[in-house]
Nanobody, 121 residues
Framework: QVQLVESGGGLVQAGGSLRLSCVAS????????MGWYRQAPGKQRELVAS???????AYVDSVKGRFTISRNNAKNTVYLQMNSLKPEDTAVYYC???????????????WGQGTQVTVSS
C-alpha cells in the first residue's frame, strides 16, 4: 500500500504565500508523475501543476508565474510553492502520484486526503 500525506494548507490574505508538501510512503520502487489538483465548491477537480520524474513541469494557465512545483525524489516528496495568492485559488488541494509499487513493479495512482487553502480578499 502507498499513502500520500499533504500538509501546508491554511488561511492567507490575498497576495500572500503558502507552501504545500506531499510525502509518499509505503512499498514504493519509484514515482513517475506527481501532481497537485484542486477542487473548489461546486467545481470539478482540476490539475494545477505536475512534475515528472525527470523534472519536467506543467501548469494550468491561471497559476503560471505564481505557483512552482518541485520534488525531492530521495524523499518521495512533492511541493507546491504558491505566491501572489488570489481568492479564486481557494480550494481543497490534492496530491496525486503515479507510483511503481513493490514487489510486483505495478504502476498505480494514489491520492492524498486533501488540504484546504483559503485566500481571503
Amino acid at each position: 500500500q502507498v499513502q500520500l500525506v499533504e500538509s501546508g494548507g491554511g488561511l492567507v490574505q490575498a497576495g500572500g504565500s503558502l507552501r504545500l508538501s506531499c510525502v509518499a510512503s509505503g512499498s514504493i520502487f519509484s514515482i513517475n508523475f506527481m501532481g497537485w489538483y484542486r477542487q473548489a465548491p461546486g467545481k470539478q477537480r482540476e490539475l494545477v501543476a505536475s512534475i515528472t520524474s525527470d523534472g519536467s513541469t506543467a501548469y494550468v494557465d491561471s497559476v503560471k508565474g505564481r505557483f512552482t512545483i518541485s520534488r525531492n525524489n530521495a524523499k518521495n516528496t512533492v511541493y507546491l510553492q504558491m505566491n501572489s495568492l488570489k481568492p479564486e485559488d481557494t480550494a481543497v488541494y490534492y496530491c496525486n502520484a503515479e507510483t511503481v509499487r513493490l514487489p510486483l513493479f505495478r504502476t498505480e495512482a494514489y491520492w492524498g486526503q486533501g488540504t484546504q487553502v483559503t485566500v481571503s480578499s
